[in-house]
């Protein structure tokens, strides 16, 4: 069977649309989580700000089996959180929600850490000439705070998408390699492994995977690149209007 007549069959679009959900649900559930996180991170200091600090970037440090072990004790059918859950109808174990929830985790660093740094570099005089013209602080933030972020921000959100694509240890320990519910693309790949005459099948998820992230990537600096642009004029327009 060809390249392409692979990439046709069901089993494998299957594995190929899953991944995009899960990758795409949880890279827009993790933004505002992230924002509100690395606005706190970057613009305030608290008592407590070194372990908030400690726990978003815990994820990074720790294998991922251990992260996908602790999902089980919160979130599986008898844990703290997921017995209460499951009273509700919701069962997040083996389902392909949990496999949103487990990438969510590992890549919420990855979103936080360029969202912290560029509410912690820009220029601060910007937001305190839009407040002296009488703007309230949400739009402050929205207006002004949030367009001169979007750079940071885009850039997060890319990586915690690529991150969310080739998520493993916490997924296949928290929801298993379950076909058509859990499996995506790393666990296809490493459950294709372990099966005779099935190389074809895992080159070509490998080049979907590596396509996917490098499309993502070309893809951010595009927009970054074109953000900054617009920033650029936006500022040249502004001097020549004070001139």
């Known amino acids: 069977m060809g390249m392409f007549e692979m990439l046709a069959s069901d089993s494998m679009q299957q594995i190929l649309l899953l991944s995009f959900k899960v990758a795409t649900l949880a890279t827009v559930l993790n933004l505002p989580f992230a924002l509100c996180t ?36 919160l979130f599986g059918v008898e844990g703290w959180i997921g017995k209460t859950l499951t009273s509700w109808g919701i069962q997040l174990t083996f389902h392909w929600t949990g496999a949103v929830l487990a990438a969510m985790v590992m890549a919420f660093p990855l979103m936080v850490q360029p969202v912290r740094l560029a509410f912690g ?27 001169l972020a979007l750079p940071g921000i885009m850039m997060g959100m890319v990586l915690s998408f690529c991150r969310s694509l080739s998520e493993f240890g916490a997924t296949i ?19 294709l492994l372990q099966q005779p005459d099935a190389a074809d099948q895992v080159l070509l998820l490998v080049c979907c995977s590596v396509a996917l992230s490098v499309f993502a990537l070309f893809g951010n600096h595009w927009l970054t690149q074109r953000q900054a642009r617009q920033l650029q004029d936006s500022a040249n327009q502004t001097d020549v209007a004070h001139a």
Do not use: C
């Open 173 to 191: 320990t928290f929801v298993g390699a379950i076909p058509g519910e859990t499996l995506t693309l790393p666990l296809a790949i490493y459950t």
């Open 121 to 147: 570099s820009m220029d601060r005089r910007l937001e305190s000439m839009a407040a002296s013209l009488g703007l309230p602080p949400y739009q402050v933030f929205f207006r002004v705070s949030l367009p």
């Open 38 to 73: 690395g606005w706190v991170l970057a613009r305030h200091n608290f008592l407590g700000k070194v372990l908030l600090e400690t726990l978003v970037q815990l994820p990074l440090v720790l294998p991922p089996v251990v992260v996908g072990y602790l999902l089980l004790i």
